[in-house]
C-alpha cells in the first residue's frame, strides 16, 4: 500500500502540472478570440469587462459618444460569438476542463480507499481520461 500511495502522490503532482498547462490553454484560447476583433473592439471590450469601466467613462476617455462604444462592444460580442459557434473552442475545452476535474476528485478519493476499492476507481478514472483521448 505504501508504494501505491507514492504513485498518487506522483499523480496529484502531474494534476498541479496539467492544472498549469489547461490555463495555459485557456490563455491561448482567450487570445485565439481576441485576434478576431479589431483593434477598437478589443480596447473598449477590456476597458469596460476587464477594467469595469462604464460605457460613459469609456466615451469620455476617448472623446466619443456612449453609443458609440457600446455599439462596438456589441459588435466585439457578436464577433466572439460567431467565432465560438464556429469552432467551439470554449465549448470543448470547458468539456474536457470538467471531465479533468472529475478524475482530479475522484484521485483524490482514490488515495483514502483499500486497494479493491482503489482498483475499481482507477479504471473509472481511465475511462474518463480515454474519454479526452489521452488514454493511461
Known amino acids: 500500500m505504501d508504494g501505491f500511495q507514492f504513485e498518487m502522490g506522483a499523480a496529484n503532482r502531474r494534476a498541479l502540472k496539467d492544472r498549469n498547462c489547461r490555463e495555459a490553454v485557456e490563455r491561448e484560447i482567450i487570445l485565439a478570440i481576441r485576434q478576431s476583433l ?8 477590456d476597458l469596460h469587462y476587464n477594467e469595469d469601466l462604464s460605457l460613459a467613462e469609456i466615451a469620455q476617455s476617448e472623446g466619443v459618444s456612449r453609443q458609440s462604444v457600446w455599439d462596438i462592444i456589441r459588435r466585439a460580442e457578436e464577433t466572439m460569438r460567431r467565432f465560438e459557434e464556429k469552432t467551439g473552442l470554449v465549448a470543448r475545452f470547458a468539456a474536457e476542463r470538467d471531465i479533468l476535474a472529475a478524475a482530479q476528485e475522484k484521485l483524490a478519493r482514490l488515495e483514502t480507499m483499500t486497494d479493491g476499492a482503489a482498483q475499481s476507481l482507477a479504471r473509472e478514472i481511465a475511462a474518463a481520461l480515454q474519454e479526452l483521448g489521452h488514454g493511461i
Open 38 to 45: 479589431t483593434e477598437k473592439q478589443r480596447e473598449y471590450f
